[in-house]
């Protein structure tokens, strides 16, 4: 399958970086590649790292002859991989935390709401939980855990009570028998405005699959340790729950105290280590969004190591 991709706040990005002629870049999440093309364009050579299997075989072929090492794992593994090859320090790290849209628009992948396909959700389809597992065999706690806290969704209660009406008479197999199910416990009245109605659950059910947040802030710990002194690290999130802990985790290595509060002078002689460049997060233009509405909730937040 080919791996096309509107990349999103492409050239914010890749100018957040500074990109130099010779140096060493780190792109955390590969996917369609356009961060990457963007970054060998202008001299710098790039690692690319990538749960999926198809974004990997893809980027090898798109980047054949160039400066650019495929990498297929997990990017919070970004420590160990460096290890592998002999990298002390990056000149810069780029991560955009969104779906891909070819793992959108592949309905075999089970990640859209749009689409008729076995629940799966999977990014890296070696892993074993699946979202057919989360939505027919977690506990009823377990499932309003996912659906209030990584979907945000106020109705979370009605639809794990749904959930579990139907997963009682016969097993939950696709996405369209979820979305009827998420359907028909909101409320009309609250479904005629907004998003699609199963949006924040399969966010949740997502989330939940793949492990996206637990491994947010120690990556981001771990990939500043990497940059060299002046180097960058800038982040792309797409919701609330990601950029809150990726804001946390620049606002943490910015103050680098970790002392309470209370403590008149500071005992653990923690150092700032970066500095922020993103005050406020930078935001897609008008004109990118009217090209790609799939970047509506886009945020790009950058930091530089200082130390």
Not at 19 to 27: M, R, S
Not at 58 to 81: C, L, M, P, W, Y
Request: net charge neutral.
């Amino acid at each position: 399958m080919e791996f096309n991709h509107v990349t999103v706040l492409l050239n914010e990005t890749v100018d957040s970086i500074n990109v130099k002629e010779g140096g060493l870049y780190a792109d955390l999440t590969l996917g369609g590649g356009g961060h990457t093309s963007l970054i060998l364009q202008r001299g710098g050579s790039v690692v690319g790292i990538d749960r999926d299997i198809t974004a990997i075989q893809n980027a090898k072929e798109r980047f054949q002859g160039k400066d650019f090492t495929a990498v297929h794992n997990n990017f919070s593994n970004i420590k160990e991989i460096a290890e592998n090859l002999n990298i002390e320090k990056f000149d810069g790290i780029i991560a955009d935390l969104g779906v891909s849209s070819p793992q959108l628009d592949d309905a075999s992948r089970g990640f859209s709401y749009m689409q008729d396909a076995p629940l799966d959700m999977r990014m890296d389809r070696s892993d074993t939980l699946t979202a057919k597992e989360v939505v027919n065999e977690y506990s009823p706690q377990e499932l309003f855990r996912v659906i209030s806290c990584y979907g945000e969704e106020r109705w979370a209660s009605r639809i794990v009570n749904f959930i579990i009406e139907q997963r009682n008479k016969a097993s939950i197999e696709t996405t369209f028998q979820l979305v009827d199910i998420i359907k028909a416990a909101i409320p009309l009245s609250a479904r005629k405005d907004g998003p699609h109605p199963a949006k924040r659950t399969f966010q949740a059910i997502r989330i939940e699959v793949n492990g996206e947040l637990k491994i947010l802030e120690q990556a981001v710990h771990d990939g500043v340790q990497l940059l060299k002194k002046g180097g960058r690290m800038s982040v792309i999130t797409f919701h609330s729950l990601e950029d809150r802990i990726i804001k946390k985790a620049f606002a943490d290595l910015e103050k680098g105290c970790t002392c309470p509060k209370e403590f008149p002078v500071c005992v653990c002689g923690n150092k700032p280590s970066v500095k922020s460049i993103t005050r406020k997060p930078l935001l897609p233009s008008e004109a990118e969004l009217n090209e790609n509405p799939r970047a509506r909730s886009s945020k790009l937040r950058t930091v530089e190591k200082i130390i």
